[in-house]
């Protein structure tokens, strides 16, 4: 698995997203900066990984998602490639309109930084496959703008395809009320592009794949797609 | 030529900011405010003369960047 993390001004995660793949494929990711036009060639995975790109400026993401490097992601993506979004990787995602939908302001208005549950919704992914059928887990989230919004026909066409990766839920694995923590419509906290080969969450796997810091729940999505 | 461009939230996208705004002003006692939608004025300088050509280069400017047409309508105002 050779890893691409695209670096942004303004990207704050793209090193414990590096430590994390580090750890799940034993090979340290290339690190490419927004202003290149192509990725390493060989490349598997691109990352785009979280932080405030740009400073969250005119939309959160909306900046990177013109930056130059996109061009080549897209490209990446349209051949099928992996191409993973975390937190403002989601943000830019939407942005490029490489995943449907947007990501507006907390519904309580409040950054939430804490610990939560979510719920596997497919097992068959190349970034899912090490977890069980609707396995809940525990990851961290942390942001201001996760509430996912999209249209009803988008909606649906999301549901109808599968293509709802995560969503929040409580320990026991049951959705809605209190176990969303920012509106997000039918509690989405990740999804999939029509191939599945590009995935947009919110939550960060990447921060707990170690028993030190509260859990290993993001492990098994590196080792995931060090299997795919 | 300058131009202004009003970026606004499409009708029924739920505007926290707008509501919180709202609430705010309702706490000052500002009388007669029925709801508040936020948007974003940018005001912009063209080096063009042709207001077709101007109205054309700034709804693409739209398009591309400064709005974000799945939840957001802009409206072009040339000075």
């Given at each position: 698995?050779?890893?691409?993390?695209?670096?942004?001004?303004?990207?704050?995660?793209?090193?414990?997203?590096?430590?994390?793949?580090?750890?799940?494929?034993?090979?340290?990711?290339?690190?490419?900066?927004?202003?290149?036009?192509?990725?390493?060639?060989?490349?598997?995975?691109?990352?785009?990984?979280?932080?405030?790109?740009?400073?969250?400026?005119?939309?959160?993401?909306?900046?990177?998602?013109?930056?130059?490097?996109?061009?080549?992601?897209?490209?990446?993506?349209?051949?099928?490639?992996?191409?993973?979004?975390?937190?403002?990787?989601?943000?830019?995602?939407?942005?490029?309109?490489?995943?449907?939908?947007?990501?507006?302001?907390?519904?309580?208005?409040?950054?939430?930084?804490?610990?939560?549950?979510?719920?596997?919704?497919?097992?068959?992914?190349?970034?899912?496959?090490?977890?069980?059928?609707?396995?809940?887990?525990?990851?961290?989230?942390?942001?201001?703008?996760?509430?996912?919004?999209?249209?009803?026909?988008?909606?649906?066409?999301?549901?109808?395809?599968?293509?709802?990766?995560?969503?929040?839920?409580?320990?026991?694995?049951?959705?809605?009320?209190?176990?969303?923590?920012?509106?997000?419509?039918?509690?989405?906290?990740?999804?999939?592009?029509?191939?599945?080969?590009?995935?947009?969450?919110?939550?960060?796997?990447?921060?707990?794949?170690?028993?030190?810091?509260?859990?290993?729940?993001?492990?098994?999505?590196?080792?995931?797609?060090?299997?795919? | 030529?300058?131009?202004?461009?009003?970026?606004?939230?499409?009708?029924?996208?739920?505007?926290?900011?707008?509501?919180?705004?709202?609430?705010?002003?309702?706490?000052?006692?500002?009388?007669?405010?029925?709801?508040?939608?936020?948007?974003?004025?940018?005001?912009?300088?063209?080096a063009l003369t042709d207001s077709a050509k101007a109205e054309g280069v700034l709804r693409e400017a739209c398009e591309k960047l400064l709005a974000n047409?799945?939840?957001?309508?802009?409206?072009?105002?040339?000075?």
């Open positions: 698995m050779n890893a691409a993390v695209i670096v942004f001004p303004g990207s704050n995660r793209e090193k414990d997203v590096a430590r994390a793949l580090t750890a799940a494929t034993g090979r340290a990711p290339a690190f490419v900066w927004h202003a290149e036009t192509a990725l390493p060639p060989g490349t598997d995975l691109v990352v785009l990984p979280g932080g405030f790109s740009y400073g969250d400026y005119l939309r959160c993401g909306a900046i990177a998602a013109r930056a130059p490097v996109i061009a080549a992601v897209r490209a990446h993506a349209a051949r099928g490639g992996l191409v993973l979004g975390i937190c403002n990787g989601f943000q830019i995602l939407v942005e490029t309109g490489l995943l449907p939908g947007v990501l507006m302001r907390n519904a309580n208005l409040r950054f939430v930084c804490r610990m939560q549950h979510l719920r596997v919704e497919r097992n068959d992914t190349a970034y899912t496959s090490h977890y069980e059928p609707s396995q809940v887990i525990e990851v961290a989230i942390a942001h201001g703008e996760g509430n996912y919004v999209a249209g009803a026909e988008t909606l649906a066409r999301l549901e109808g395809d599968g293509r709802v990766a995560f969503r929040y839920c409580d320990r026991d694995g049951v959705v809605g009320g209190a176990a969303n923590p920012n509106g997000s419509m039918h509690d989405i906290a990740g999804i999939y592009s029509e191939k599945l080969n590009v995935l947009g969450l919110m939550p960060h796997p990447e921060n707990l794949i170690d028993p030190l810091v509260g859990g290993t729940d993001g492990l098994l999505f590196f080792e995931s797609l060090a299997a795919a | 030529m300058k131009a202004r461009v009003l970026v606004t939230l499409k009708t029924g996208i739920l505007d926290p900011q707008g509501k919180a705004i709202e609430d705010a002003l309702r706490a000052l006692a500002v009388e007669g405010v029925e709801s508040v939608r936020q948007g974003k004025v940018f005001d912009i300088k063209l047409q799945v939840v957001e309508n802009y409206q072009v105002e040339l000075g």
